[in-house]
């Protein structure tokens, strides 16, 4: 099956820096999500994006289908942005999404 | 709209004991469901999926089934608990290759 990766796993901050989460995955995808998964276990829903660039307030992801791979940027981080990062990827050949190991990010004040 | 309600929401079972969480989609009709599990750690990994009423997906083989009496539910259970069945179960659900959307989670400690 396809493989997901996430880097880097673990991530410190101070309130109001920048940041940016890669996921690689090894095959071709139908679609990939991004996921928040905050400190009570919520998975909450961040980008629907199998190609291109998508922005939502202070974060934005793009998606470089061809090479591979997508990025997440969180700008200006906040407190309320730990959690856990997860990237799935939808196989072209199947029906289930496949998740990255995610990236533990931790923003201090 | 859609909304997924999985329940319950935390359980403590001994070990041998049987299980039943319980998963409902409203607003939306043949949808693709799933069950993951979240253990210590951050990993999900995916148990079973179904696309259809009575078609189930096994991803992993273990001590858990799960089951989709009627379109919009989905069961996961188990006979006899074990102590590694603890965790973290997510349902969730999709439109074909769509995007996909969790409940709220079920925590489950065996002990």
């Known amino acids: 099956g396809i493989q997901v990766e996430q880097s880097p796993p673990d991530l410190i901050l101070q309130e109001g820096a920048n940041s940016t989460l890669r996921c690689n995955f090894s095959d071709s995808v139908n679609n990939l999500q991004w996921f928040h998964q905050n400190p009570w276990g919520q998975l909450i829903n961040l980008f629907y994006i199998p190609s291109g660039t998508k922005q939502n307030g202070r974060l934005s992801a793009t998606t470089v289908a061809t090479e591979r791979y997508s990025l997440l940027y969180i700008s200006s981080s906040q407190t309320t942005d730990s959690g856990v990062y997860f990237c799935a990827v939808d196989e072209t050949s199947g029906s289930r999404l496949t998740f990255g190991e995610g990236t533990q990010l931790t923003v201090n004040p | 709209s859609q909304t997924i309600h999985q329940w319950p929401a935390t359980l403590v079972q001994p070990v041998g004991s049987p299980l039943s969480l319980e998963c409902t989609v409203e607003g939306t009709s043949n949808p693709n469901l799933y069950w993951y599990r979240q253990a210590a750690g951050r990993g999900l990994q995916l148990l079973f999926y179904?696309?259809?009423?009575?078609?189930i997906s096994s991803e992993v083989p273990q001590n858990l089934s799960a089951s989709r009496p009627q379109d919009r539910q989905f069961i996961l259970s188990s006979k006899k608990l074990l102590l590694s069945d603890s965790g973290f179960y997510l349902c969730a659900w999709r439109y074909w290759a769509g995007e996909l959307f969790f409940g709220e989670g079920s925590r489950l400690t065996v002990l």
């Open positions: 179904s696309v259809g009423i009575g078609q």
